[in-house]
């Protein structure tokens, strides 16, 4: 009997999974095409996000504007909601959009009085460190999202690009809270000539950068020892996230040139004092902490490094929906002084699907430690990330793979 229940279960789990595979390939998901812009200056608004927030499926547009949303067609009368920081939402049904050229334009809204109690900021910022078990996920979850790591050099645009769709596993329930990332599928498009140049570039797993969140590790200037080193600032004005008011508080070191300071601005909503956006810039003398400085023939030099990190709310709890970090780097030849290259290192993640974690699916040995060893390619099939979410090819990627074949 034993033998034959056994047969029986397996049997069922083949039969479900290629019952997925044909659902699939039959269509079982609804894929959309178009563009997010500014309504009135025109221009791309890569940090916009599409979504739909009672399934918790979304994406983000790349640096061209263009998005590519992929969701089960069951949710097809769903509620999709395409948004942005400051920016007035717009909502329709999944089935008003069209397979592609989709265009919206998000309209920006002027920031007004906050009409709320101002109490002493620093309390504030508190009650929102203590906040975060309740306003985000306090038990095990994973993401799926997208990974885009681009090297730009001043009159040539992009000379490597590193991609990948990853799996994320957080456990911010564990006394030492932990992230997970995992490679599902990734490729490097890399112009050898150009970024021999740049080998001294210390960054070997940008994932351990932008795939950070909130319910595993704040940061340092809102911790309670680092808070008194910096000043806050409520601004006498607010804003709007997806009809939300949001509080805007800047902040900065008091000591002028600190190692490590930063200084940028947080959104918090006032009611339920979560933090749904920060971002900032590092202080010059800091940037290159975040370096890997080697002693060899190519002098590195952090110039610059902003951050930004945008939570969205779902199913009542806020996940990380995008991060990204701008960096400008300076490399030298310490040898006899053939060069000297201003270069832009952008980093960024983009979130497609939060579930509920019910058992970890990353063994010690799958975990990313470095995004030097994607896949070396000189295509931008778009075909290579199916069944996967990714991202749309931006313009300069194509240029690339242009020059590269």
């Known amino acids: 009997m034993r033998r034959i229940t056994l047969v029986k279960t397996v049997f069922t789990l083949v039969c479900i999974f290629f019952l997925q595979i044909s659902v699939f390939s039959q269509g079982g998901y609804f894929l959309t095409k178009g563009k997010i812009l500014d309504k009135f200056t025109k221009l791309p608004l890569s940090n916009a996000y599409i979504s739909i927030p009672s399934i918790g499926y979304g994406t983000a547009p790349n640096l061209d504007g263009d998005f590519l949303f992929q969701f089960p067609r069951l949710s097809k009368d769903s509620l999709v909601v395409v948004s942005s920081v400051g920016y007035k939402s717009l909502k329709l049904k999944g089935s008003n959009l069209r397979l592609e050229d989709n265009l919206f334009e998000l309209e920006p809204l002027p920031l007004f009085d906050a009409n709320y109690g101002l109490s002493d900021v620093r309390i504030m910022l508190k009650a929102a460190v203590d906040s975060i078990k309740a306003n985000y996920n306090a038990s095990p979850y994973y993401q799926l999202g997208f990974y885009h790591e681009q090297v730009d050099l001043p009159g040539l645009g992009p000379i490597k690009l ?56 704040i940061p340092d200037f809102l911790e309670k020892k680092q808070m008194k080193k910096y000043d806050f600032r409520l601004d006498s004005l607010m804003t709007e996230y997806e009809d939300l008011p949001l509080f805007i508080i800047h902040f900065w070191p008091l000591q002028k040139g600190k190692k490590g300071g930063k200084e940028g601005t947080i959104y918090l909503e006032p009611e339920t004092k979560a933090i749904v956006k920060i971002q900032y810039k590092m202080v010059e003398k800091s940037v290159n902490e975040l370096l890997d400085r080697k002693i060899g023939p190519v002098k590195v030099d952090g110039k610059s490094a902003e951050m930004v990190f945008q939570y969205r709310k779902f199913k009542d709890k806020w996940s990380l929906q995008e991060s990204k970090a701008i960096f400008s780097v300076n490399f030298e030849d310490n040898l006899d002084k053939k060069y000297n290259i201003n270069t832009n290192i952008m980093m960024r993640y983009v979130a497609f699907e939060n579930l509920k974690l019910m058992k970890s699916a990353i063994y010690d040995n799958e975990i990313l430690t470095s995004t030097n060893n994607f896949i070396a390619t000189n295509s931008v099939n778009s075909e290579y990330w199916l069944p996967y979410i990714y991202l749309p090819n931006t313009t300069e990627a194509s240029k690339l793979s242009n020059i590269l074949r």
């Open 162 to 217: 590193n991609e990948g769709v990853l799996r994320v596993e957080r456990f911010p329930d564990l006394k030492e809270k932990i992230e997970k990332v995992k490679l599902l599928r990734g490729r490097r498009i890399e112009w050898k000539g150009q970024t021999n140049k740049i080998n001294g570039w210390g960054f070997q797993n940008g994932t351990q950068l932008v795939c950070r969140s909130l319910e595993t590790g």
